[in-house]
């Protein structure tokens, strides 16, 4: 599944053609993907201009000109493609993503504002993502609720300590509590931990001193925000990269410190630990025992 960085990567992909652009048609070739499109979904895009293209947790979001906003998710296997005379893919994803004609279910026609004409064409085979429209001045349910991102400055030491503060569940699970922090997964999340030297088991609250200011959730919200903020900076290099190589479609290789590294050594200097696997409320999270507590 997309994570974060990954959305970030896609919407700075698309950001040149899309922001400023006027749509001058929609196709919508099935009437649903996880969820059924929302009523005259062609029509209340029809013509409008795009203001911005922005990103709240894993949404992609799309302000329109006097109009609806747009709220996408790319799911588990969503991607958007650029068709134009640079042909491009926005973001390249830890698994291929499809250009299969058959699973293109959204094409946007678009005019940008130098006259050219570009598509943006959604493909998804497994259909796990979604298309929306909120009225203006209106939050849709889905983006109401949301907490912290994790990619400011509003996320630090004191925050996070806050939010910790009495929970008796394990620091990893409230880390993936999407009211707390939008769209942190559970890959960053192990990352995160394994930067900030703290046991994915050990208790949320623990972060909460009694009195003061705590270390721990210092270090926390600052690996939180370089982990996510280094693999969006690696994201916008595979996209220079990708876009450089004339639409060739390939892997781009994350280098995860402890993700899916179970009973390798631990990359930190001098730790000499083996990264472990264990399973957090139905999901892998991977650390090393020696130097995280
Ligand atoms: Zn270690």
């Given at each position: 599944m997309p994570e974060l960085p990954e959305v970030e990567t896609v919407r700075r992909g698309l950001q040149p053609v899309m922001e400023g652009a006027r749509i001058v048609s929609v196709e919508q070739r099935r009437p649903d993907l996880r969820f059924p499109f929302p009523p005259d979904f062609r029509e209340r895009l029809t013509g409008r201009r795009i203001v911005s293209l922005g990103r709240r947790a894993k949404y992609l979001t799309a302000e329109m000109e006097g109009g609806p906003l747009l709220i996408c998710?790319?799911?588990?296997s969503g991607s958007f493609r650029i068709e134009d005379e640079n042909a491009t893919t926005p973001g390249v994803f830890h698994h291929e993503r499809s250009k299969a004609a058959a699973h293109d279910h959204v094409v946007f026609h678009l005019s940008l504002p130098d006259g050219r004409r570009s598509m943006v064409v959604f493909n998804d085979p497994r259909r796990f993502g979604f298309m929306l429209l909120s009225d203006p001045g209106t939050e849709h349910p889905m983006l109401a609720g949301l907490g912290v991102e994790p990619t400011g400055n509003a996320l630090d030491g004191p925050?996070?300590?806050?939010?910790?503060?009495?929970?008796?569940?394990?620091?990893k699970a409230a880390l993936l509590d999407q009211?707390?922090?939008?769209?942190?997964?559970?890959?960053?999340?192990?990352?995160?931990?394994?930067?900030a030297g703290l046991s994915p088991r050990r208790l949320a609250g623990t972060l909460a001193p009694a009195r003061g200011r705590s270390e721990r959730a210092e270090r926390l919200a600052t690996?939180?925000?370089s982990v996510i903020a280094d693999a969006i900076e690696a994201g916008g290099s595979s996209l220079r990269d990708y876009v450089h190589a004339d639409g060739?479609?390939?892997?781009?290789?994350?280098s995860f410190s402890v993700y899916d590294r179970?009973?390798?050594?631990?990359?930190?200097?001098g730790c000499g630990g083996t990264v472990r696997r264990i399973v957090q409320g139905g999901r892998s999270t991977f650390y090393c025992p020696v130097c995280q507590h």
């Open positions: 998710h790319l799911g588990m925050l996070l300590s806050e939010m910790m503060r009495g929970r008796r569940s394990p620091l009211t707390l922090i939008a769209g942190l997964g559970n890959i960053y999340v192990s990352e995160a931990l394994w930067r690996s939180i925000r060739s479609l390939g892997y781009f290789q994350h179970e009973g390798q050594p631990c990359r930190k200097p």
